[in-house]
Each structure stands twice: as structure tokens, then as C-alpha cells.
């Protein structure tokens, strides 16, 4: 398994086991699952009594493209909350794709950041 594989799946297990206190009903797309959303299969969808309320994306360095910006824009479209969860060092390059999607302000963005500190 590559390192950003590895990290994506760690983060998405983490950010689930984070939100089930905001969320009732969470569902992710890892592990052979696939649960899809408006024709995109997000890495969480995030509900409440039968309702979507937000979809989460997780993204390593290497998975951010225009390609990926174009599915980001139809899951902003659909009216649903997007959160982006980008390496710090992409928050720059992110925001640059939003804005030439038209969907920055349908977006929020969060970050993670692999720190390893050696003695």
C-alpha cells in the first residue's frame, strides 16, 4: 500500500470516529464500500435523520488536480456542504482551483499536516 493511501484511509477513519458525536449517520467510501452521492463517490457523507447535511473529501498532495476540482464543483452544486480536508502545503493551490470552479464560497477548507519530530 502506498504512503498516501495509507495516510488518506488513516485520516478518513479518524475524521469518522471524530464526527459521530455531530453526526448520527456517516457513511464512507473505503474498504470496497461505495456509497454514492450525486454521481461522485465522496470519502464521507455526513447526515442526520435521513438527510445528507455534508460531504467531506480527503485529499493527499498527489490526488489534488483540475480533474478532481471538476467533481468538487458538482458536489457544491448540489446545494450540500463541501469540506476539504488538503495537506497544509495545498491550501494555496486549492483555493486557486475553487475559485476557477466558481464554488469558493461553497466550500470550507481544513487541513492536516504529518509531522514526524526526532530527538
Sequence with gaps: MDEEKLIHDWLVRKLKERLLRDYNEI???????????DGCYPD??????GMVLAVLEVETEHSINSGKAAEWK????SGTKLILMVPKKSV???TSLLWEQGIMDKASIGTYDVVIAMP
Design 74 to 77: 458538482r458536489i457544491a452544486e
Design 44 to 49: 464521507i457523507i455526513l447526515g442526520n435523520h
Design 27 to 37: 457513511q464512507d467510501n473505503i474498504e470496497g464500500q461505495k456509497h454514492e452521492f
Design 92 to 94: 494555496k493551490y486549492v
